[in-house]
């Protein structure tokens, strides 16, 4: 790590006043406290993006009314602030590093949907953030759908085309992972070890009843020919490791793809169907609410939240059956919904163990946003808007989120 201007903190003496000096510099707005300087930040937020180098792809002003609109408060930088105050060496040149490049940048590729942003979890990024480039280490996980093929209808709207995966994650995706890892290349200049994990379906188990929230359609299209769907879920996976490398290393960043029906699938068939056993007459309908929700608790302390996943599933069916695509679902609504629940849950477990930091490329909001009422971690959803011209002759990105298979039509 960067010593040169590193230094020791006394035991019992905190960094408060070293970082209020720096945020007067950056801001240049002096406070007493923490606290107060956080307005100064915020303000200033819009101007560090545009200085950033994502400054040519966004519009200072329309930022300000986005950032506004979708209700994110000052209140989100004081975790990071507080841990910033923390450190156990006071690192300036780190310290500025986060405050004035990745922080901006890192807000800059955030969703500027209401409905993405909650506080809370954006705090708690935030202040593991700052906690862990502290440490030296800062630990990521992404979320990264299967190659489903999408198209653009004449109104602009993304519509899943067939049921065949691709073998590839998609060319966009290179810009994606280069524009993250650039976000946090000032960090590992520092540094800081960054270990970013991408999870995704690999077809490892080679048991296509693993692969938990795989959307119907595929396997319908892959009915009588499962090794194929394995096959192609590998070569996507490959394809996306490469590229993952291919960018991240620039940055000295170690990305890596993780596999979601490895870790994950066995021990959520098993659930499922222990609980198609144990509630028979529960499948279609959750009838007795207490029993079930018990139950669940007893395996994953939010047995409530099965009736948000019902809702959505129902949901789900009812706009595929009004889609041209003629799907058949062989599956009762609820085994399926709790399914996709347990994934949820089980991923947001397993990334409170390990002290990850979600930055959301992939899952559904209010899929994520429900199970988060329980299972509180620090999380970025990460924005999605249309590809400028400009935007094309320019190496990074901000549209993150997927698709990143979109095909021509």
């Not at 970082?19 to 107060?36: H, N």
């Not at 960090?187 to 693993?210: M, R, S």
Request: with cysteine; aromatic share 8%; net charge negative.
């Amino acid at each position: 790590m960067n010593t040169s201007n590193t230094s020791l903190a006394k035991p019992g003496v905190d960094q408060s006043e070293a970082l209020l000096g720096l945020l007067e510099q950056v801001t240049s707005k002096p406070s007493s406290t923490i606290k107060g300087s956080l307005r100064w930040y915020y303000r200033a937020l819009p101007s560090l993006l545009a200085e950033s180098f994502l400054g040519p792809l966004v519009s200072t002003t329309a930022y300000t009314n986005q950032l506004k609109a979708c209700a994110l408060s000052e209140g989100i930088f004081l975790s990071a602030f507080e841990a910033i105050s923390r450190w156990q060496r006071w690192n300036e040149p780190l310290a500025k590093a986060l405050l004035i490049e990745v922080i901006p940048a890192l807000l800059g590729i955030s969703s500027m949907h209401k409905r993405d942003n909650d506080t809370l979890f954006i705090n708690l990024a935030l202040g593991q953030l700052a906690e862990q480039t502290g440490m030296g280490k800062v630990r990521l996980t992404s979320l990264v759908c299967p190659s489903y093929q999408y198209r653009r209808d004449a109104n602009g709207k993304l519509w899943h085309c067939s049921g065949e995966l691709l073998p590839t994650t998609g060319k966009r995706f290179s810009t994606v992972a280069t524009t993250l890892g650039r976000i946090f290349a000032p960090l590992a200049e520092h540094g800081v070890e960054i270990d970013w994990e991408f999870w995704g379906y690999t077809g490892e188990t080679g048991d296509p009843e693993h692969l938990v929230d795989m959307a119907r359609f595929v396997h319908q299209h892959y009915e009588g020919n499962r090794p194929q769907l394995l096959a192609t879920l590998d070569k996507a996976a490959r394809d996306m490791d490469n590229r993952l490398k291919d960018a991240m290393s620039t940055w000295n960043i170690t990305a890596s793809t993780r596999s979601l029906d490895l870790k994950f699938g066995a021990i959520i068939h098993h659930i499922r169907n222990s609980f198609s056993t144990t509630f028979p007459d529960q499948l279609a309908e959750i009838t007795n609410p207490e029993k079930v929700e018990s139950w669940l608790n007893d395996l994953c302390a939010c047995g409530p939240l099965i009736h948000v996943f019902v809702e959505q599933e129902k949901i789900y069916r009812q706009n595929v059956l009004e889609s041209t695509e003629p799907i058949t679902f062989t599956e009762a609504v609820v085994p399926a919904a709790l399914r996709e629940m347990l994934l949820y849950t089980h991923i947001l477990d397993d990334v409170r163990k390990n002290g990850s930091i979600i930055i959301d490329t992939e899952s559904t909001s209010n899929y994520m946003t429900a199970t988060l009422q329980y299972l509180p971690v620090g999380l970025i959803f990460t924005r999605s808007e249309k590809e400028k011209q400009s935007e094309n002759r320019y190496p990074y990105t901000l549209n993150i989120r997927q698709p990143y298979n979109v095909v021509p039509g």
